[in-house]
């Protein structure tokens, strides 16, 4: 049943850390912007996780230049 209907069970955090990682983070302006809306001890742990996988990072050209 679970591979028939998987949006109906949870994933479980392990699973998804271990995606992280094979996974490429590509940002967008506005997701990078909005880092810093938030309160500085959690944007600042945001930037440590960033850091952690640092080669798995992208920037698009068009967002590091806005």
């Known amino acids: ?9 949870r994933i479980h955090k392990e699973d998804i850390l271990a995606k992280f990682d094979d996974c490429v983070f590509m940002f967008d302006t506005s997701a990078l912007l909005d ?3 938030l309160k500085k001890e959690l944007s600042e742990k945001v930037f440590e996780v960033i850091g952690h996988y640092q080669a798995q990072v992208k920037i698009p050209y068009h967002v590091a230049e806005e």
């Open 1 to 9: 049943m679970k591979s028939k209907f998987p949006a109906y069970y």
């Open 35 to 37: 880092v810093f809306r």
